[in-house]
């Protein structure tokens, strides 16, 4: 197939020649694969000595989603691409092979470093979903991101590409940004990002952006980040959302509020639900809300209500047998979806993506931490349901735009995306809500800082 770059792909584009160390932040579905080999094709035809260059990304990305992108296009068939997968053998060998491009997954880094040793040979580095490296601390944190740490001096360019550049707001760019310039614009460690932009919370122990964070951090990473956003260049709908309220029963809710109180609670078939920490009580209090809670070994879990059942039993009746992908969070979502729905099919393989992408499964459930990354679902449908939700933006972004307007336009589709949220009033379902927003806002805010176009 012929490249034929995109409005948006030419500043990309761009950017990756003109920076040797730089950020991406660009949506899902916009091209930022083909656009840095295209990028690295340009550069190797103009001499540049960048190759062999290396890809880290989640597995399924990195075992597929690159190799098949320089299959696609015809400027890119001379381009040698190996993924790094399978046992340590296969890794090894997999390493021997000759080729421009060698692709591996965040999991195996550590083994990779270790494997290399001194002779790091890999001259250009793209991190995609660079988010996976924020946890990275000069003493601490991540254990990949640490190893990658060790040859991050010894890569002569550095891509970082993301469309969710800060999940949990701006405390997650210092790791990320260390790899582009080793603490240049964001300070030497992560102690000194924090003491110059956040308060720190010693009772909740939270750190909060002081009011000049936002603008000085913006103005610290322009000219290194450039962020596309998609509405600058063609016509989006937004995603038409509905949010369907479900209430307890006086029972449960009785229950309900002694478990959030008391972190303790006796149900009516007797089981015990005892929540020793705090985290543990806002996981089983999420439970409770979807409907049943584990206890004891954690494996077997009792059942207190079906509001969200019947509630996703109305959506099915209001969408009229429309294909819907349905985002749960915890084993038993999935397995009293199934005992109602019998048609209702887990995400489990490369089958069901298939089969769900020709139609033949009607109700999709998904994990969302199962459905981000190199994942299309967009051609077997356009209606979603959050029954159950998750603290992280980032889960909840990636397996939105796993069939969103922009995968539904580039799929030749003319339709509206739906998305219906399932929540549970007055119960931790609101908060999780209300601080998914929070975080996307702050998102928001930088991403439209950083957007930039070609002149």
Same mark, same amino acid.
């Given at each position: 197939?012929?490249?034929?770059?995109?409005?948006?792909?030419?500043?990309?584009?761009?950017?990756?020649?003109?920076?040797?160390?730089?950020?991406?932040?660009?949506?899902?579905?916009?091209?930022?694969?083909?656009?840095?080999?295209?990028?690295?094709?340009?550069?190797?035809?103009?001499?540049?000595?960048?190759?062999?260059?290396?890809?880290?990304?989640?597995?399924?990305?990195?075992?597929?989603?690159?190799? /098949? +992108?320089?299959?696609?296009?015809?400027? #890119?068939?001379?381009?040698?691409? !190996?993924?790094? =997968?399978? @046992?340590?053998?296969?890794?090894?060998?997999?390493?021997?092979?000759?080729?421009?491009?060698?692709?591996?997954?965040?999991?195996?880094?550590?083994?990779?470093?270790?494997?290399?040793?001194?002779?790091?040979?890999?001259?250009?580095?793209?991190?995609?979903?660079?988010?996976?490296?924020?946890?990275?601390?000069?003493?601490?944190?991540?254990?990949?991101?640490?190893?990658?740490?060790?040859?991050?001096?010894?890569?002569?360019?550095?891509?970082?590409?993301?469309?969710?550049?800060?999940?949990?707001?701006?405390?997650?760019?210092?790791?990320?940004?260390?790899?582009?310039?080793?603490?240049?614009?964001?300070?030497?460690?992560?102690?000194?990002?924090?003491?110059?932009?956040?308060?720190?919370?010693?009772?909740?122990?939270?750190?909060?952006?002081?009011?000049? /964070? +936002?603008?000085?951090?913006?103005?610290? #990473?322009?000219?290194?980040?450039? !962020?596309?956003? =998609?509405? @600058?260049?063609?016509?989006?709908?937004?995603?038409?959302?509905?949010?369907?309220?479900?209430?307890?029963?006086?029972?449960?809710?009785?229950?309900?509020?002694?478990?959030?109180?008391?972190?303790?609670?006796?149900?009516?078939?007797?089981a015990e639900i005892n929540a020793q920490t705090a985290a543990t009580l806002t996981t089983k209090c999420m439970q409770f809300a979807a409907g049943a809670v584990y206890h004891g070994d954690g494996k077997s879990y009792a059942i207190v209500h079906d509001q969200k059942?019947?509630?996703?039993?109305?959506?099915?009746?209001?969408?009229?047998?429309?294909?819907?992908?349905?985002?749960?969070?915890?084993?038993?979502?999935?397995?009293?979806?199934?005992?109602?729905?019998?048609?209702?099919?887990?995400?489990?393989?490369?089958?069901?993506?298939?089969?769900?992408?020709?139609?033949?499964?009607?109700?999709?459930?998904?994990?969302?931490?199962?459905?981000?990354?190199?994942?299309?679902?967009?051609?077997?449908?356009?209606?979603?349901?959050?029954?159950?939700?998750?603290?992280?933006?980032?889960?909840?972004?990636?397996?939105?735009?796993?069939?969103?307007?922009?995968?539904?336009?580039?799929?030749?589709?003319?339709?509206?995306?739906?998305?219906?949220?399932?929540?549970?009033?007055?119960?931790?379902?609101?908060?999780?809500?209300?601080?998914?927003?929070?975080?996307?806002?702050?998102?928001?805010?930088?991403?439209?800082?950083?957007?930039?176009?070609?002149?």
């Amino acid at each position: 197939m012929k490249f034929e770059p995109r409005p948006w792909q030419k500043p990309m584009m761009s950017h990756l020649i003109d920076k040797r160390r730089c950020n991406l932040w660009s949506p899902m579905g916009s091209g930022k694969t083909s656009a840095v080999l295209t990028a690295m094709d340009v550069l190797r035809f103009c001499g540049s000595n960048l190759f062999p260059a290396l890809t880290l990304a989640p597995k399924r990305v990195a075992q597929g989603v690159w190799p /098949a +992108e320089v299959r696609q296009f015809d400027h #890119l068939s001379g381009l040698r691409v !190996s993924p790094i =997968m399978g @046992d340590a053998d296969q890794r090894r060998r997999a390493l021997r092979v000759g080729a421009d491009m060698y692709t591996i997954n965040y999991e195996n880094i550590p083994w990779l470093v270790e494997e290399c040793g001194s002779k790091w040979p890999f001259k250009f580095v793209v991190a995609d979903e660079s988010t996976r490296l924020k946890n990275f601390r000069l003493r601490q944190g991540g254990i990949r991101a640490a190893a990658l740490a060790q040859v991050a001096r010894k890569t002569d360019r550095w891509i970082n590409l993301t469309g969710t550049p800060s999940p949990n707001g701006l405390i997650d760019l210092w790791g990320q940004q260390w790899f582009i310039d080793f603490g240049q614009r964001l300070g030497n460690t992560m102690s000194a990002y924090k003491d110059r932009w956040f308060d720190y919370n010693q009772y909740n122990m939270e750190s909060t952006p002081k009011a000049f /964070a +936002e603008s000085q951090i913006i103005e610290a #990473l322009k000219d290194c980040t450039l !962020s596309i956003d =998609m509405k @600058d260049y063609i016509k989006l709908q937004d995603p038409i959302s509905s949010t369907v309220y479900v209430e307890l029963p006086e029972k449960c809710r009785k229950q309900y509020k002694e478990l959030e109180k008391q972190m303790f609670t006796q149900l009516a078939c007797g089981a015990e639900i005892n929540a020793q920490t705090a985290a543990t009580l806002t996981t089983k209090c999420m439970q409770f809300a979807a409907g049943a809670v584990y206890h004891g070994d954690g494996k077997s879990y009792a059942i207190v209500h079906d509001q969200k059942l019947e509630a996703l039993e109305s959506i099915v009746e209001e969408t009229a047998g429309a294909n819907l992908v349905v985002c749960i969070w915890f084993r038993h979502d999935a397995e009293r979806i199934q005992k109602r729905f019998k048609h209702a099919r887990r995400l489990e393989s490369a089958k069901d993506v298939q089969d769900w992408n020709e139609g033949r499964i009607h109700m999709f459930l998904v994990h969302p931490q199962s459905a981000g990354h190199g994942l299309n679902l967009q051609h077997g449908g356009h209606h979603i349901v959050h029954y159950t939700k998750w603290w992280s933006l980032e889960a909840y972004a990636q397996v939105n735009e796993r069939l969103g307007p922009l995968r539904q336009l580039q799929a030749g589709f003319n339709r509206s995306v739906y998305h219906y949220h399932i929540q549970v009033r007055n119960t931790v379902d609101e908060l999780v809500t209300e601080r998914l927003e929070t975080k996307a806002d702050i998102q928001a805010i930088l991403l439209k800082a950083m957007k930039g176009r070609a002149a």
